[in-house]
Structures are given as C-alpha cells and as structure tokens.
C-alpha cells in the first residue's frame, strides 16, 4: 500500500497569511504515461463529509476559491491556501488514487491563529 | 448529484453492518462512474473501504476484503454494503461517494454506525 504522510498535523494560522499543508507519498504516483500525479485534497469541516479541492495535484474543483492552489510531483505535494478566510477552518486529506487501495493522508487540522 | 446513505446506527458485535446509498440526479449505470464506501471512526481519518462498478464488479481494500461484500441494484439507482462480524473497530461514520478514476467527487452526509452489545 501506498502511505501517505502529512505534515504538520495541526496549523494556526492568521487571517489573511498563507497556509501551506505537505503531503509526502511513499512511492511516486506520477504515471509517466501520461505525465498526471494521482493525487487529490479534501477539506472537511466539522459534522460534514469532505468535499474534493483538488486533482490531479493541481486542477482545482469546480467552484473552489482560487486561493486554493496544489502544487508538486512524484513524491512531494502542497496544498496551499493564500489568503486563510475564516471559513477555510477545517481538516485537510491528501489522496493518493494510483493504486489500490486508495490510502489518504492522516489528515492537517487548519486553524486561525 | 446527491448521495444518501442509511441504515442501522446500532449493530451487536460479530453481527453483519448493512447499509445502503441512494444516488439521484445521476445514474448508477453511468460508465464513466464508479461508487466507492469510505469510513472515518471517530476523531480519526477517512479509510476507503472499495468500491463497485454498476456492473457488480468490485474492489475491496486488502484489510477488508474477508468480511465486506458490496452490491448494486440499478433498478433503485442504490449500492449497498455489507460487513461480516463486526468488532468495536468497525464503529465509524460510512460514507459512500461518486468516483472517477479514483477521484471521489461527490459525497453523502454519512451515516454513524456503532458496534456495542
């Protein structure tokens, strides 16, 4: 199985800072035939289920802020948000979708400083 | 695209968690789509549990494959789970969602299942 490694476990940031969320995988999933990193974010707010951000490490959902941005290659990911709003509070999931079983990020608790 | 997942919140231990999920404002039979179950036990993170294409073929995850069964039933547009003999492991809140290529794009609210005697 792929494990997926995140850190920091919890971030405080100010309103209006940057919040950035690493994602490290323990083999690469960029798929060389077509160049793509297997690799999505989920934000989750308390109560609700998670909702997709973004894909393909980089291509942000339909709909999400554009203050959210993803970024990396092979290994190593980013998820950056930044300008943090208020409503951005809320666990961060990175995924990898590679390979079965699909294995998530142990989660990034993002909080306002 | 709306997902709903239902049944017990309460299973005795070593007894069978069935859950089903609703899916409208698209079709189940969509080639494009499959349906993944995701948990989350309390306080901790998402597990992805497999998922099921509308033709029944499925994939489980290696660390419940002995004890999960999924299924559709493309006359209802539902998918259902299944999980054998049940522990106080198994307590968690199920998701079922829309996935492509392993993207899950679309979620239900989830449903909490507790296993206690």
């Known amino acids: 199985d792929i494990v997926m490694t995140q850190s920091p476990d919890s971030l405080a940031v100010s309103l209006g800072e940057r919040a950035t969320i690493n994602c490290k995988s323990s083999?690469?999933?960029?798929?060389?035939?077509?160049?793509?990193?297997?690799l999505a974010w989920y934000q989750q707010k308390p109560g609700q289920p998670p909702k997709l951000l973004i894909y393909?490490?980089?291509t942000r959902e339909s709909g999400v802020p554009d203050r959210f941005s993803g970024s990396g290659s092979g290994t190593d990911f980013t998820l950056t948000i930044s300008s943090l709003q208020a409503e951005d509070v809320a666990a961060y999931y990175c995924?990898?979708?590679?390979?079965?079983?699909?294995?998530f990020g142990q989660g990034t608790m993002l909080e306002i400083k | 695209v709306q997902l709903q997942e239902s049944g017990p919140g309460l299973v005795k231990p070593s007894q069978t968690l069935s859950l089903t999920c609703t899916v409208s404002?698209?079709?189940?039979?969509?080639?494009?789509?499959?349906w993944s179950w995701i948990r989350q036990a309390p306080g901790k993170g998402l597990e992805w549990i497999g998922y099921?294409?509308?033709?029944?073929?499925?994939y489980y995850s290696p660390s419940l494959r002995s004890r999960v069964t999924m299924s559709v039933d493309t006359s209802r547009n539902q998918l259902s789970l299944r999980v054998t003999s049940v522990t106080a492991a198994d307590t968690a809140m199920y998701y079922c969602?829309?996935?492509?290529?392993?993207?899950?794009?679309?979620w239900g609210q989830g449903t909490l299942v507790t296993v206690s005697s």
């Open positions: 969602a829309r996935s492509q290529v392993g993207i899950q794009d679309y």
């Open positions: 404002g698209a079709s189940i039979t969509s080639g494009d789509f499959y």
């Open positions: 099921i294409y509308y033709s029944g073929n499925a």
């Open positions: 083999q690469s999933v960029l798929y060389s035939s077509n160049n793509k990193n297997y």
């Open positions: 393909w490490a980089s």
């Open positions: 995924q990898q979708y590679f390979s079965t079983p699909y294995t």
